[in-house]
């Protein structure tokens, strides 16, 4: 059978690009207009219904994963450094990634080219859940930021409102994820960085 039929694994198969972490890949799985979030099933690299959104959490942004990166031990060590504590772990996933672009872009499961500008540092029941915000490569307008301090305030509150939302369900007396800050375009290089190498030691080590 022709190898050529087969479509290389989002997570595994891509790399995360080379002139990364300047400039990398990005897989993207749900886009504005979806109603139901998307995720890569892990086995299989198909996207699966993770939920429905509610209405009032709809990504405001292009959202996946940058490929072959991993938050485990180092990932967690740039959290645990920054915010005073050692209890903090890695998420064990690719980390994420949101992509501003001025163009409408209707569906997910295709890989895009983008600068990361800056992140959020989030908490997911005490784990490293790093957001990473970048900006479509060439974009006519997101395009000239370079840093997260140049996005408007009123696009970085609806990220954040949709970050520290969008997994509570009712009746949640307290949100599963705490936002603890907001990290330039410095940090965010140095996170890709780390998540690379933890994705090298859990899958390309030789243990």
């Not at 994420?96 to 409408?104: A, H, P, R």
């Given at each position: 059978m022709n190898d050529h039929q087969f479509k290389a694994h989002p997570w595994h198969g891509i790399n995360a690009g080379s002139n990364a972490p300047q400039v990398v890949t990005c897989f993207i799985e749900i886009v504005p207009t979806d109603t139901v979030k998307?995720?890569?099933?892990?086995?299989?690299?198909?996207?699966s219904i993770d939920r429905p959104q509610k209405y009032s959490n709809i990504i405001p942004a292009l959202y996946g994963f940058i490929p072959q990166t991993y938050?485990?031990?180092?990932?967690?060590?740039?959290?645990?450094?920054?915010?005073?504590?050692?209890?903090i772990e890695g998420d064990n996933d690719p980390v994420?990634?949101?992509?501003?672009?001025?163009?409408?872009i209707t569906h997910g499961d295709i890989i895009v080219k983008a600068r990361p500008i800056g992140g959020f540092r989030l908490l997911d029941h005490n784990k490293a859940d790093d957001k990473l915000i970048a900006v479509l490569e060439n974009d006519a307008i997101y395009g000239a930021y370079k840093d997260i301090s140049d996005v408007p305030p009123m696009v970085i509150d609806r990220l954040?409102?949709?970050f520290t939302t969008y997994k509570d369900l009712p009746g949640d007396k307290s949100p599963r994820c705490i936002l603890t800050?907001?990290?330039?375009?410095?940090?965010?290089?140095?996170?890709?960085?780390?998540?690379?190498?933890?994705y090298d030691n859990k899958y390309r080590s030789d243990k």
């Open positions: 998307y995720e890569v099933d892990k086995e299989t690299g198909y996207l938050s485990a031990d180092l990932v967690a060590e740039l959290t645990n450094n920054e915010l005073g504590r050692t209890d994420d990634i949101c992509v501003l672009t001025e163009k409408d954040k409102h949709y800050g907001t990290y330039d375009v410095k940090t965010a290089h140095e996170v890709i960085r780390r998540s690379i190498k933890d």
